[in-house]
């Protein structure tokens, strides 16, 4: 049998929770009440939308990897507003194709929010059928004026494109995509080389993005910008490619 003391304290918990939820609530509403409020802490965080020219929206997202890399977050648009202001509709500023690998969280390194990236992923950053049509869709559909190739530091994928062993189901595959990035003539075992086939792998994936006939038009329109880059694990930098 329950108590006094347990039940006055159970009433009070649930008492501060209602308040607690009422709180949040009419901190939603106000600001919802409130569009021009709503308006100015989002600009103030972020300067950069739709409209905003392929070039300057790549110089935002190096921006945020350079306050990522001198550990000066700003940390824009991941709160509850931004939430649910994207809800309804997504409007990204970058499509990013990116390795899967866990040391590359893309959202951090570019110091970015909800809603801000058109991410896909996959082991060694290769433009697969699926991969390409996915950044047809961000650019031609979202209309995102950057599409961004991500290679990086150790890439497991390339690693093992360059030892070329006989590998266990459907890793092959991932492997053939990357094989002709290897430079066999030239092959040596120096950590030097190995960087530079990941390099030539973000290369390679690029040309296969610019022979999509959509892609290739957008960037003749000028609405589009295919770049490559190089993630340092060590240092945090992205660095462009081309």
Do not use: W
């Not at 939603?28 to 100015?40: F, L, M, R, W």
């Not at 690693?159 to 092959?187: C, H, M, T, Y």
């Not at 040596?188 to 290739?216: C, G, W």
Request: hydrophobic fraction near 40%.
């Amino acid at each position: 049998m329950k108590n006094n003391s347990t039940i006055a304290r159970r009433k009070l918990l649930k008492l501060g929770a209602v308040a607690l939820g009422a709180g949040v609530v009419t901190k939603v509403t106000a600001s919802q009440a409130n569009p021009a409020t709503k308006k100015e802490i989002i600009i103030a965080l972020d300067t950069l939308n739709e409209n905003s020219t392929p070039d300057q929206v790549l110089a935002g997202l190096l921006e945020g990897n350079k306050r990522f890399v001198a550990n000066k977050p700003e940390a824009p648009n991941q709160d509850y507003i931004r939430l649910q202001e994207v809800s309804a509709e997504q409007k990204p500023l970058v499509s990013i194709m990116s390795c899967s690998d866990s040391r590359v969280p893309l959202g951090v390194v570019f110091d970015r929010g909800i809603g801000d990236l058109f991410v896909v992923r996959d082991a060694g950053n290769i433009a697969t059928p699926e991969e390409i049509g996915s950044l047809e869709y961000g650019a031609a559909v979202l209309g995102t004026p950057i599409v961004m190739v991500l290679g990086h530091e150790k890439c497991g994928a390339v690693k093992a494109a360059l030892e070329n062993k006989p590998l266990p189901g459907q890793i092959g595959s991932i492997v053939a995509a990357i094989q002709p990035a290897v430079d066999r003539a030239n092959k040596d075992d120096s950590e030097e080389f190995y960087t530079e086939t990941i390099k030539r792998n973000v290369m390679l994936q690029i040309e296969k993005l610019q022979a999509s006939p959509l892609l290739h038009d957008l960037a003749e329109q000028g609405k589009l910008k295919i770049v490559g880059a190089y993630y340092s694990l060590k240092t945090g930098e992205v660095s462009l490619l081309s």
